[in-house]
């Protein structure tokens, strides 16, 4: 999500710093900006391109480029499958997959929240790649008085990989944990090229190598175009690159409808990448 000159001053500094690179970074279902912890789920039939980058003054992660789609055609039940390449990277740790199912926000009416389950870092390199999260959550989006107030999210992970990926610096192993976010409403813009801007926050805790939280600005450049970017903040910096106790994020979201009819606008979402 972002323009070209950040996109390659991203890539300039993640190529400078790949010896400091973890191995393997996070994999990316629906997401809030660092987290899982939203009840959107991709739409039937639309892929999702996502193109992640973190990236600091001692590190980064390897790039994420991704692509998530949506596999049932109903409106009160959905699922989604996605795929991650993680580069630089080893190549045994360069692919993860994950997947979401769940009920959508207000499915069964105005009252009924989302309620969504799933898997991600399901890596096939033991001991670095295999993070095998579980994550659960519900989300609702709130309106008051024809006033919409932004989406609160929460749930909770679990980590069921190898010990080795889920030790803090400390060697204690921590596998479970919180997640949670907040998105504002949507702030019309209107221009040509700039359609809305949003704000979202979220946090997962733990003192591993996943746990942190960060908060972005999501800039729409169309419905179905858009960049997130700001700062994650981590909870065990000593597991992060270069020992950064944060990573600036820049995230690219991209929606590839092909249906004949035109899907409505996708609410603000991006990628843990």
Same mark, same amino acid.
């Given at each position: 999500?972002?323009?070209?000159?950040?996109?390659?001053?991203?890539?300039?500094?993640?190529?400078?710093?790949?010896? &400091? !690179?973890?191995? /393997?970074?996070?994999?990316?279902? =629906?997401? @809030?900006? +660092?987290?899982?912890?939203?009840?959107?789920?991709?739409?039937?039939?639309?892929?999702?391109?996502?193109?992640?980058?973190?990236?600091?003054?001692?590190?980064?992660?390897?790039?994420?480029?991704?692509?998530?789609?949506?596999?049932?055609?109903?409106?009160?039940?959905?699922?989604?499958?996605?795929?991650?390449?993680?580069?630089?990277?080893?190549?045994?740790?360069?692919?993860?997959?994950?997947?979401?199912?769940?009920?959508?926000?207000?499915?069964?009416?105005?009252?009924?929240?989302?309620?969504?389950?799933?898997?991600?870092?399901?890596?096939?390199?033991?001991?670095?790649?295999?993070?095998?999260?579980?994550?659960?959550?519900?989300?609702?989006?709130?309106?008051?008085?024809?006033?919409?107030?932004?989406? &609160? !999210?929460?749930? /909770?992970?679990?980590?069921?990989? =190898?010990? @080795?990926? +889920?030790?803090?610096?400390?060697?204690?192993?921590?596998?479970?944990?919180?997640?949670?976010?907040?998105?504002?409403?949507?702030?019309?813009?209107?221009?040509?090229?700039?359609?809305?801007?949003?704000?979202?926050?979220?946090?997962?805790?733990?003192?591993?190598?996943?746990?942190?939280?960060?908060?972005?600005?999501?800039?729409?450049?169309?419905?179905?175009?858009?960049?997130?970017?700001?700062?994650?903040?981590?909870?065990?910096?000593?597991?992060?690159?270069?020992?950064?106790?944060?990573?600036?994020?820049?995230?690219?979201?991209?929606?590839?409808?092909?249906?004949?009819?035109?899907?409505?606008?996708?609410?603000?979402?991006?990628?843990?990448?």
């Amino acid at each position: 999500m972002r323009s070209s000159i950040p996109i390659l001053a991203a890539a300039a500094v993640v190529a400078a710093a790949a010896p &400091l !690179a973890p191995r /393997a970074a996070r994999a990316t279902p =629906s997401t @809030a900006f +660092w987290t899982p912890a939203t009840a959107y789920l991709q739409p039937f039939a639309v892929p999702h391109v996502t193109y992640d980058t973190y990236f600091g003054e001692d590190g980064a992660y390897g790039i994420d480029t991704g692509l998530t789609m949506g596999l049932i055609p109903l409106d009160v039940f959905q699922l989604e499958f996605g795929l991650d390449f993680f580069y630089p990277n080893d190549t045994k740790a360069a692919v993860q997959i994950n997947g979401k199912l769940g009920i959508p926000d207000g499915a069964f009416g105005r009252w009924s929240p989302g309620i969504t389950t799933g898997v991600w870092g399901i890596g096939f390199e033991e001991g670095v790649s295999d993070y095998h999260v579980w994550h659960a959550e519900v989300g609702k989006s709130f309106v008051i008085n024809g006033i919409p107030l932004g989406t &609160l !999210a929460a749930g /909770a992970y679990w980590g069921l990989g =190898s010990d @080795a990926v +889920w030790a803090g610096s400390d060697g204690t192993v921590r596998r479970v944990g919180f997640i949670g976010s907040y998105t504002s409403p949507d702030i019309p813009i209107g221009l040509t090229g700039l359609e809305k801007i949003s704000f979202v926050g979220d946090v997962q805790t733990g003192r591993n190598a996943v746990g942190g939280g960060g908060a972005g600005i999501g800039v729409f450049f169309t419905p179905i175009v858009s960049v997130l970017t700001g700062p994650v903040f981590f909870f065990d910096r000593d597991k992060q690159p270069g020992g950064s106790l944060f990573l600036w994020s820049v995230q690219l979201d991209v929606d590839l409808d092909f249906r004949s009819r035109p899907a409505p606008a996708p609410v603000a979402r991006t990628g843990v990448r």
